[in-house]
């Protein structure tokens, strides 16, 4: 069974400019979310799509952060304009229908703000 | 005071050596608690979940719940230099399709041969 995929895998950009994520769930998981996970901190919620629908967006930053996930698979989470503090690793992770509790967590993407 | 709280360390040990992780949490509505294993570099991975208090054991690994005091732990008994990764505890207030996990900082954790 292939994993989540997630891509690009490292990003620089300057601040003020955009970038946009991709993830592509394991095959058949409903539920996808995407975490911000800040060097020495433990991943933080930031959206969670159940199908194509929001179930949670409590945390996102809806000021520059969005996400969308078109057809209820693929995922892109963008953020226009970064600031320094977005740099971090964006982890995107999906689960079964009807259970959040086993989560499977892709390779995540390291952005760096400068 | 975070609803979850996790000594980063890092942990150093000698090969074969039992490791002792613990995360204290204040959220008494939390029920279900993971700990994630996070290799450099990568995604965390489930390693344990439970969700009654009482001990749960998997092979080498064992965790622990006390919901009375609101502590958790995760003891790595023969520690190998394979273990050797930064340990997350997550935890949830609802099973199945409800709520998020809220994760503690991590410990890092050096298994030296």
């Known amino acids: 069974e292939a994993g989540v995929a997630q891509s690009p895998r490292y990003k620089i950009i300057e601040k003020r400019q955009s970038v946009a994520f991709w993830c592509n769930p394991i095959?058949?998981?409903?539920?996808l979310y995407w975490y911000q996970q800040i060097l020495g901190q433990g991943p933080k919620l930031l959206i969670q799509?159940?199908?194509?629908?929001?179930?949670?967006d409590s945390q996102l930053p809806k000021d520059r952060f969005s996400a969308e996930r078109l057809k209820g698979v693929d995922s892109t989470l963008k953020i226009q304009p970064a600031k320094l503090e977005d740099s971090a690793v964006y982890l995107c992770?999906?689960?079964?229908?009807?259970?959040?509790?086993?989560?499977?967590f892709g390779p995540g993407t390291r952005l760096t703000v400068l | 005071q975070k609803e979850v709280e996790q000594d980063p360390g890092p942990l150093s040990v000698p090969e074969g050596a039992i490791v002792s992780l613990n995360c204290t949490y204040s959220?008494?509505?939390?029920?279900?608690f993971m700990w994630y294993r996070q290799y450099s570099r990568k995604g965390p991975e489930l390693l344990m979940y439970?969700?009654?208090?009482g001990n749960k054991e998997d092979g080498r690994f064992t965790a622990q719940v006390d919901k009375s005091s609101k502590y958790i732990s995760l003891f790595i008994r023969d520690s190998q230099p394979s273990d050797s990764a930064t340990y997350l505890c997550?935890?949830?207030?609802?099973?199945?399709?409800?709520?998020?996990?809220?994760f503690g900082k991590g410990t890092k954790l050096s298994v030296k041969p």
């Open positions: 439970t969700y009654s208090s």
């Open positions: 997550a935890m949830k207030e609802y099973g199945g399709s409800q709520g998020n996990l809220i």
């Open positions: 799509f159940q199908n194509n629908g929001v179930v949670d």
């Open positions: 959220n008494s509505a939390f029920q279900y």
């Open positions: 095959s058949g998981h409903a539920t």
């Open positions: 992770a999906s689960s079964p229908q009807g259970s959040t509790d086993t989560q499977y």
